[in-house]
């Protein structure tokens, strides 16, 4: 995995996107590792007697998705401080989704570089369903 | 604005009163698992004889794994005005890296009640903050999170 620097990065880059296609296994996979259990995801019945059209991915999992974003763009030496996401709409699984982002700022603060993103996972038909936001703190070439 | 407010004061005392701290152990197999249901294959979460040679010295959580350290029960149970509920978001801000091996003391409080008119009738929107504490005392995470509860049965239609 590369590292990317402060000092390369520009208002208005592209936040390398990642793809994403949760499948029925990998929802069970999530409920198990997560402990949420609510059935709304895995069972479809369950799911359709609450009004939804079949089960549902959980948001937590559509903000895993977008903290991988952030980590894979970063690289190992970067350092996440803050991931924030609102589910606007819900997201169905075997389902092509990407999830984006753009840096909006960058600043020195403390001797660290700040950089800012507006992130979003969209759905196949391209509707950003989960927008949000990220901050991280990159290393500097010089120091 | 309704005329009557649907935040009543049994409501109001439930303000940063924080749940029974509970205390996790980050266990490898855990965070491993984790990763893999997430589906991330960094080798910070997954990886460790390359952890080792990172930055950490070791394997880290994904910044996500926080929501498996599932809070405690609230010393009183919250009165919910309505049945339905919708997850609108969360907010994490990451202080300290959580390393496989840390014991994590997890606390959660509703900070903020707010209540809007909306496509769904009366919302309730309820902002709740998990705190995380690692065995070092240091405030390693915190997350906010915010529950929509609401009347209307046709949720997100």
């Known amino acids: 995995m590369g590292q990317l620097y402060f000092e390369d990065v520009n208002v208005g880059d592209e936040v390398t996107p990642i793809q994403k296609n949760a499948s029925s296994q990998q929802l069970v996979k999530y409920a198990g590792a997560s402990g949420d259990y609510y059935q709304i995801h895995y069972d479809d019945g369950f799911a359709r007697n609450n009004g939804l059209d079949g089960i549902i991915i959980h948001g937590a999992l559509k903000n895993a998705f977008l903290g991988q974003l952030v980590t894979d763009w970063m690289g190992p030496h970067g350092q996440l401080k803050k991931l924030s996401v609102s589910y606007r709409a819900m997201d169905f699984p075997n389902e092509d989704l990407v999830c984006s982002g753009t840096v909006t700022g960058k600043r020195v603060e403390g001797g660290a570089g700040i950089v800012e993103c507006e992130i979003a996972l969209h759905n196949a038909a391209g509707k950003a369903t989960t927008p949000g936001k990220a901050i991280v703190s990159l290393p500097m070439r010089g120091a | ?157």
């Open chain 2, 1 to 157: 604005m309704p005329d009557k407010s649907v935040i009543t004061d049994e409501m109001r005392a439930h303000l940063n009163v924080e749940s029974e701290p509970i205390t996790y152990d980050v266990e490898k197999g855990a965070v491993i698992k984790f990763a893999q249901a997430i589906g991330d294959p960094n080798p910070l979460f997954q990886d460790e004889k390359a952890a080792r040679q990172g930055p950490y010295g070791g394997l880290i959580a994904p910044p996500t794994f926080l929501r498996s350290l599932i809070p405690g029960e609230a010393k009183k149970e919250f009165p919910r005005p309505f049945p339905n509920n919708l997850d609108g978001g969360s907010e994490y801000e990451f202080f300290e890296p959580i390393r496989v091996g840390d014991r994590i003391t997890v606390t959660r409080a509703i900070v903020d009640l707010t209540e809007r008119e909306g496509r769904l009738g009366t919302m309730l929107f309820t902002t709740a903050e998990t705190r995380y504490v690692n065995q070092l005392g240091q405030l390693a995470a915190t997350q906010r999170t915010t529950g929509i509860s609401y009347a209307t049965p046709e949720g997100e239609k």
